[in-house]
């Protein structure tokens, strides 16, 4: 996450319930949740040895769900990162469902030489499986899955119904094959009343934005 939460929180007076978090890696955020007073927290990682070290990190108190999110139930195949210095040096952190294209020549150093077949599922059906969550419980999503955030929020219709703000990572160009172009984002978005309110470009091609749902 590039934003301060705690000062992206306060600025604009978001008022957490809880958190569905696409992309939990090793959990990295999990304490600013905690210190915004959110109890019911959803994390989705598919990957094997991450969702491993998340549930190390964050125990039995969230949701853990192995699994990725799109905009279809099915297994896919998901290109798998490498990078020196293991888990404290972010490797893994950029493994994508689309092929990398920019990331390549951005980050020489970070690897993918691997593919590895996930299961995924759109989240409005997740609901359904799971009936002892609902999801007005949950307000805010924190969105990071290298370029498929579209399709995962695609598959997330019924859902952002009930949301009321999400952080995503964005991109200006295509870091990976064919991912989702921030005024993309803001287009499909948009049509559920959110607007982009902040965006950082830390990486350049690529960086973080923050959303809230307007009123009509």
């Known amino acids: 996450m590039i934003f301060n939460f705690n000062r992206l929180m306060i600025k604009h007076s978001v008022k957490l319930k809880g958190v569905i978090h696409i992309g939990g890696y090793i959990g990295e955020e999990y304490n600013l949740y905690l210190q915004n007073d959110v109890r019911d927290i959803i994390f989705f990682e598919p990957i094997q040895e991450h969702f491993n070290v998340l549930k190390s990190n964050?125990?039995?108190r969230p949701t853990l769900v192995r699994k990725a999110l799109g905009n279809e139930n099915k297994k896919i195949e998901i290109n798998i990162s490498k990078s020196p210095g293991g888990f404290q040096n972010g490797s893994g952190a950029s493994s994508s469902i689309l092929?990398?294209?920019l990331h390549l020549?951005?980050?020489p150093h970070i690897t993918f030489e691997e593919k590895r077949e996930v299961d995924m599922i759109k989240l409005d059906d997740f609901w359904?499986?799971?009936s002892d969550l609902n999801k007005e419980d949950y307000n805010f999503i924190n969105i990071d899955i290298q370029g498929y955030e579209l399709e995962a929020l695609k598959g997330s219709k019924g859902t952002l119904e009930t949301v009321d703000h999400?952080?995503?990572e964005v991109n200006r160009e295509e870091v990976y094959e064919g991912c989702v172009i921030v005024d993309e984002l803001d287009e499909f978005l948009g049509?559920?009343?959110f607007q982009r309110l902040e965006t950082n470009w830390q990486g350049g091609i690529w960086g973080d934005a923050f959303y809230s749902k307007v009123s009509k």
């Open 58 to 60: 964050v125990g039995h």
């Open 99 to 101: 092929n990398p294209k």
């Open 105 to 107: 020549t951005h980050h």
């Open 128 to 130: 359904s499986e799971r």
């Open 166 to 168: 999400i952080l995503s």
């Open 191 to 193: 049509s559920f009343n």
